[in-house]
């Protein structure tokens, strides 16, 4: 049976160490942002709730369509789980929630759509993206475990939610570097966007 599935994308953070907001960081003529949300969109999502936090004006200003979507966690700097526990209070009844990240844009609507798949066929709680043997985002949690993420502790994470279901947890090898592509600071940025470029030059 199709499951209904929702994504928060957390775009909360400082980008302290990029020195400038990374949702907004150019990629293919669009930002991290809008590029992460365009292949969301083209994926088997049903609906999307973006969280901001640090200085949300700047990015609503930039890219003043996504706010419709957008909601802003007065306490981002609690960390990443604040961010995502306002993200599964604004959207709704779904039967998983995939967590993306923004600084993580490089991924694509079919690693979404296999993931969502995986997670349908086996029924496991948490489903998560490897490359080469290394875990990636997005990670697709089920409606069983999102209580279990509301009641973590924030300064541990949602990691703590994945050790708990170690056992359970499915990681889905993929062919697709972008999902451990983490873009902290300039010099991430320029390699992964190189690496990026050069890809998409060998694309039919």
């Known amino acids: 049976m199709s499951s209904t599935v929702g994504a928060v994308v957390l775009a909360a953070g400082e980008s302290s160490r990029m020195g400038r907001p990374k949702p907004l960081l150019p990629l293919d003529g669009e930002t991290f942002l809008t590029h992460l949300l365009a292949?969301?969109?083209?994926?088997?999502?049903?609906?999307?709730?973006?969280v901001l936090?640090?200085?949300?004006?700047?990015?609503?200003?930039?890219?003043?369509?996504?706010?419709?979507?957008?909601?802003?966690?007065?306490?981002?700097?609690?960390?990443?789980?604040?961010?995502?526990?306002?993200?599964?209070?604004?959207?709704?009844d779904v039967d998983a929630v995939l967590?993306?990240?923004?600084?993580?844009?490089?991924?694509?609507?079919?690693?979404?759509?296999?993931?969502i798949a995986e997670q349908?066929?086996?029924?496991?709680?948490?489903v998560v993206p490897t490359y080469c043997n290394l875990r990636g985002h997005p990670t697709l949690f089920a409606r069983s475990v999102l209580a279990e993420l509301r009641a973590a502790p924030l300064d541990q994470g949602a990691r703590v939610v994945v050790r708990a279901h170690a056992a359970e947890l499915v990681?889905?090898?993929?062919?697709?570097?972008?999902?451990?592509?983490?873009?902290?600071?300039?010099?991430?940025?320029?390699?992964?966007?190189a690496r990026w470029t050069a890809r998409r030059a060998h694309m039919p």
């Not at 640090?54 to 802003?72: C, G, T």
């Not at 349908?120 to 948490?126: A, L, N, S, V």
Request: net charge negative.
């Open 171 to 193: 990681e889905l090898p993929v062919e697709d570097p972008g999902v451990i592509a983490d873009v902290d600071t300039p010099e991430e940025y320029a390699e992964w966007l």
């Open 39 to 50: 292949q969301i969109d083209a994926s088997r999502v049903a609906r999307t709730v973006i």
């Open 99 to 115: 967590m993306c990240l923004a600084d993580h844009p490089f991924v694509t609507a079919a690693v979404i759509d296999a993931l």
């Open 53 to 92: 936090g640090y200085r949300p004006e700047v990015v609503l200003d930039a890219l003043p369509q996504i706010a419709p979507r957008s909601v802003v966690n007065a306490n981002y700097s609690l960390g990443q789980l604040s961010s995502l526990h306002v993200g599964l209070d604004a959207i709704g």
């Open 120 to 126: 349908e066929r086996t029924g496991c709680p948490i």
